[in-house]
């Protein structure tokens, strides 16, 4: 029997592109764009992908009634998260004076200060917008046939900060450090758009599809 991959809809995000990414590597899955509980609960791996702002997020994730499928589906199946569905697995934003989070992880959200100096002697620009090298911190199946610092797309404002380093998978640089994958258990989530991310992104869905946590 194909199993079944839920790409959550909560109304933010661009899904069509993350279900495309998705079925191009899944083979016979049945890949569904989704925002009913019962069939998230049902999949066999979930996808939580997200965009905008923090405020407006999760307040479309608790007017399509996802806010506890998401939770329960962390805790126990496959579960990747992209972008702001990084972002909102965090306690609090610093977006809109605060904006109070999932709290799946202790941490923040914290915006780029927009001090940093590039290359160039500029100013770097926000948001981060483009291609950037991604540093594996620790081994991990979804980087299984993926180089280190290979460079992957982001476009954000902000970034995520643990309260525990060891969840921190991956990281690159923009002016700073920043945290650009945390896993734990059966969950990985990026800051990048792996389905933007031509060859390097679609292996790491293909991983994600594959991966038996």
């Not at 180089?147 to 923009?174: K, L, M, W």
Request: glycine residues 10%; proline residues 4%; charged residues 20%.
């Amino acid at each position: 029997m194909s199993q079944l991959i839920a790409v959550i809809d909560y109304g933010m995000g661009n899904l069509r592109s993350v279900a495309k990414a998705v079925e191009h590597v899944a083979g016979d899955a049945d890949v569904r764009v989704s925002d009913d509980p019962a069939l998230i609960a049902a999949a066999d791996r979930v996808v939580f992908p997200g965009q905008g702002a923090a405020r407006d997020c999760m307040a479309a994730i608790g007017q399509h009634h996802v806010r506890q499928a998401v939770a329960d589906a962390a805790a126990s199946k496959p579960f990747l998260g992209i972008c702001m569905g990084l972002q909102v697995l965090m306690e609090r934003s610093e977006e809109n004076g605060g904006t109070e989070l999932l709290g799946l992880f202790a941490g923040d959200v914290r915006r780029f200060d927009g001090t940093a100096i590039g290359d160039n002697g500029l100013p770097l620009k926000i948001p981060h917008m483009g291609w950037s090298q991604v540093r594996q911190v620790v081994a991990h199946a979804l980087w299984q046939g993926i180089d280190d610092a290979s460079r992957f797309y982001f476009v954000h404002s902000y970034r995520v900060v643990p309260e525990d380093v060891s969840v921190i998978a991956g990281t690159s640089d923009y002016g700073v450090r920043f945290t650009a994958v945390i896993a734990r258990d059966n969950l990985f989530a990026t800051q990048f758009h792996p389905e933007k991310s031509a060859d390097v992104g679609l292996r790491l869905l293909e991983n994600f599809v594959r991966w038996d946590p």
